[in-house]
């Protein structure tokens, strides 16, 4: 199982980007995934948390600019940033808890990181 990260990028400061994370290998479902980022200088923060059930948590710097949400039948984790900010600036990394099988515990794993800038 990995997770492939994309949709990272540079935009103006108000733009949008819509960053995707695609799970590869044999799972049964994705049951909670996240987004992480961390800019030059500061700690690795989470940004947004949501679980396969819909249920989600976000950053307070994010909360009403991003949206995370699963698709299992795709197997990928979306990110919908909008109304980017400079301090939103920072590589992205996605996460998430996969269950191999039914019934079977599930087991963590990180992508790579997707560098997104927001600038003039």
């Known amino acids: 199982v990995q997770l492939q990260a994309s949709g990272g990028g540079l935009v103006q400061p108000g733009g949008s980007l819509r960053l995707s994370c695609e799970v590869s290998?044999?799972?049964?479902?994705?049951?909670?995934a996240a987004w992480h980022r961390r800019a030059p200088g500061k700690q690795r923060e989470l940004v947004a948390a949501?679980?396969?059930?819909?249920?989600?948590n976000y950053a307070e710097s994010v909360k009403g600019r991003i949206t995370i949400s699963i698709d299992n039948a795709k197997k990928t984790v979306y990110l919908q940033m909008n109304s980017l900010k400079p301090e939103d600036t920072a590589v992205y990394y996605c996460?998430?808890?996969?269950?191999?099988?039914?019934?079977?515990?599930?087991?963590?794993?990180w992508g790579q990181g997707t560098l997104v800038t927001v600038s003039s």
């Open positions: 949501v679980t396969s059930g819909g249920g989600t």
């Open positions: 996460n998430a808890d996969i269950r191999a099988r039914p019934g079977r515990p599930t087991r963590h794993y």
């Open positions: 290998g044999i799972i049964f479902n994705i049951a909670v």
